[in-house]
């Protein structure tokens, strides 16, 4: 055997144990998705965060029923939000996994899922608390920084560029702590624009031309 089948051999073997630990079927347009209905959902909390503070600024007083009307608002507009980024991630993801012939729900998915829902539920509960003391000026930063954890979390098991987009969500929660004020900016830019890019450098790495490889 030449020195270039021992090579090819060792990278068939490789490729059978990435495929075997690591659930490589996550597309790269269901980061576009998620981008996309992200920007789309920041634009509508813009509207009425604007709309509540041009109405308190005429009137100068503070309104307590307007104020938990926006936050009930803001709170639907979000589930909504997750609602279509996780339907539109696992209807691609659900059309890679047909498309190269692998299964969506094997023990690497549920690897992946565990390993990312645990940092994501911790981060809920936080965010319940902060919006119960009145601390919603954190949950823009708190919101970036769970999400990080979370991909970091649940990169070990699916590919690993999604370690550097957590670290790069983490990174931005940290910097959003300093400019409170601009938390809706930093969340748009975060779980809309970041999306957005790596979606298609995702999918121009690995889904371009079929490659499914890490």
Not at 38 to 54: E, V
Not at 80 to 100: E, S
Not at 151 to 159: G, P
Request: glycine content about 10%.
């Amino acid at each position: 055997m030449t020195d270039e089948q021992h090579l090819n051999t060792l990278s068939d073997i490789k490729r059978i144990m990435d495929r075997s630990s690591r659930f490589l079927s996550l597309s790269g347009l269901s980061g576009v998705c998620a981008g996309i209905s992200g920007l789309i959902g920041a634009a509508f909390a813009y509207i009425w965060i604007s709309d509540y503070y041009i109405r308190w600024e005429t009137s100068g007083i503070f309104n307590r029923q307007d104020f938990n009307i926006l936050k009930i608002k803001l709170t639907i507009l979000g589930i909504i939000v997750m609602g279509i980024a996780l339907a539109g991630g696992t209807y691609f993801t659900w059309r890679k996994a047909r498309k190269n012939g692998l299964p969506i729900w094997d023990k690497t998915s549920r690897n992946v899922l565990y390993s990312g829902l645990i940092p994501m539920v911790a981060g809920a509960a936080f965010i319940a608390g902060l919006v119960y003391n009145n601390l919603e000026i954190l949950v823009a930063p708190v919101c970036l920084l769970f999400y990080g954890l979370a991909l970091v979390n649940a990169s070990k098991y699916t590919f690993r560029d999604i370690r550097y987009f957590g670290i790069i969500q983490i990174i931005l929660g940290i910097i959003n702590v300093f400019y409170l004020h601009r938390g809706l900016y930093f969340w748009a830019f975060g779980f809309g624009v970041l999306h957005i890019v790596y979606g298609v450098m995702m999918w121009w790495k690995y889904e371009r031309n079929g490659n499914s490889e890490d």
